[in-house]
C-alpha cells in the first residue's frame, strides 16, 4: 500500500511571496502524484499531476511541482502567491496499475495581505 | 475537463431515518467511482469504490451494510447512508476517472445527522 506525508500543516504567507508544500511518499510500486486544491465546503480541483516524463510539472495558477524519485518527494511550490490562493491542499498518490487515491493530511494555506 | 456533479449538495436528516446522495458523471461514462468522506480539517478518506455492473468493493473498516452503494449506469453511482446518526455526519465526496489516470470530483455533500 502506499501513503503519503505532507510535513506542514499549516503555511502562513504573506501576499506575493513565494510558497513551498511539502509531500513524501512511499510505495513498492510506480505510481502517479497529484496536488489538489479544496476551497471551503468544495470539491478538489486538480492543480497538477505526475504520470511520466519531464519531473518538473507545471499546473494551473501558476503552481508547480518537481518529482524526486530518489527523495519519493513531490514538493508544490508557487513564487508568487495571492489572496486567493488561501485554501487547503491535498498531495495524493495512485497506483499506476489503479485509480485508488490516497490522500496526504492536507497543508492549510493562509495568505495575508 | 470532465464534470462530476452530486445531490444534494447540503442534507439534514433526524437520526435514523436514511439518507441518499447521487454522484453523476456528466459528460463521461465512468464504470467506476469513488467515495470518500471528510471529517472537518481532516484528509479525505476512501470508503469504497462503486463498480457499474457489480457489488462495490469497500475499505477496510467500512461498513458495507451501513454505506449502500449502487451503481445504477454508467453515470450514476448512489450512495445510501442508512438508519444514520451523528457520528455519520460528514463531507461526503465522489469521484470518477475519464479514462486515464487523473480522477474529477464531484462538489460535496454535506451530511449532517440531528
Known amino acids: 500500500a502506499q501513503s503519503v506525508t505532507q510535513l506542514d500543516s499549516q503555511v502562513p504567507v504573506f501576499e506575493e511571496a513565494p510558497v513551498e508544500l511539502r509531500c513524501n511518499y512511499s510505495?513498492?510500486?510506480?505510481?502517479?502524484l497529484f496536488w489538489y486544491v479544496q476551497y471551503p465546503n468544495q470539491g478538489l480541483q486538480l492543480l497538477l499531476k505526475?504520470?511520466?516524463?519531464?519531473?518538473l510539472v507545471k499546473g494551473i495558477n501558476g503552481f508547480e511541482a518537481e518529482f524526486n524519485k530518489s527523495q519519493t518527494s513531490f514538493h508544490l511550490r508557487k513564487p508568487s502567491v495571492h489572496i486567493s490562493d488561501t485554501a487547503e491542499y491535498f498531495c495524493a498518490v495512485s497506483r499506476s496499475n489503479d485509480y485508488k487515491l490516497s490522500f496526504g493530511a492536507g497543508t492549510t494555506v493562509t495568505v495575508r495581505a | 475537463g470532465a464534470v462530476v456533479s452530486q445531490h444534494p449538495s447540503r442534507v439534514i436528516c433526524k437520526s435514523g431515518t436514511s439518507v441518499k446522495i447521487e454522484c453523476r458523471s456528466l459528460d463521461f461514462q465512468a464504470t467506476t467511482m469513488f467515495w470518500y468522506r471528510q471529517f472537518p480539517k481532516q484528509s479525505l478518506m476512501l470508503m469504497a469504490t462503486?463498480?457499474?455492473?457489480?457489488?462495490?468493493?469497500?475499505e477496510q473498516g467500512v461498513e458495507k451494510d451501513k454505506f449502500l452503494i449502487n451503481h445504477a449506469s454508467l453515470t450514476l453511482s448512489t450512495l445510501t447512508v442508512t438508519s444514520a446518526h451523528p457520528e455519520d455526519s460528514s463531507f461526503y465526496i465522489c469521484?470518477?476517472?475519464?479514462?486515464?489516470?487523473?480522477?474529477?470530483f464531484g462538489p460535496g455533500t454535506r451530511l449532517t445527522v440531528l
Open positions: 510505495s513498492s510500486v510506480s505510481v502517479y
Open positions: 462503486s463498480n457499474e455492473g457489480s457489488k462495490a468493493t469497500y
Open positions: 505526475y504520470l511520466s516524463g519531464s519531473t
Open positions: 469521484s470518477a476517472p475519464s479514462g486515464g489516470a487523473e480522477q474529477f
